[in-house]
């Protein structure tokens, strides 16, 4: 079940900082208030997560994860560059990641 509220805690995060973009430096109420609630329930499911899951890799699994969903948005829908150094940053996240988690296992 952590690893459930891990993942809504994920995608609250994403949801709240795709907002963000769209806030307008908090001067549009509603994606300012979209970031605000989508923060405040990311933080409340990382929380639940964290009575089972150690917080080394609940973090690096949320942050992560995180990171490298919001780049992507950025590619695929606000039209950022999809550069080679950009792609390998993300790859580089989502191994290290996996890296952290093996060496946690053993």
Known sequence: MAYWFLAAA?????VG?????????FTRLGPSTVTVVG?????????QTLKT????????????????????IGIVFL?????VVRLGAIALII????????????
């Not at 923060?39 to 929380?47: D, G, N, T, V």
């Not at 039209?79 to 550069?83: L, R, S, W």
């Open 95 to 106: 191994i290290g990641v996996v890296i952290l988690n093996l060496a946690e296992a053993h």
């Open 53 to 72: 899951v150690p917080v080394g890799t609940a973090y690096a699994i949320w942050s992560a994860a995180g990171t490298a969903l919001i780049a992507a």
């Open 79 to 83: 039209g950022e560059n999809a550069t």
């Open 10 to 14: 994920i995608v609250c995060e994403v």
């Open 17 to 25: 900082t795709v907002a963000l973009k769209f806030s307008d430096g």
């Open 39 to 47: 923060y405040l329930i990311s933080f409340a499911l990382l929380a």
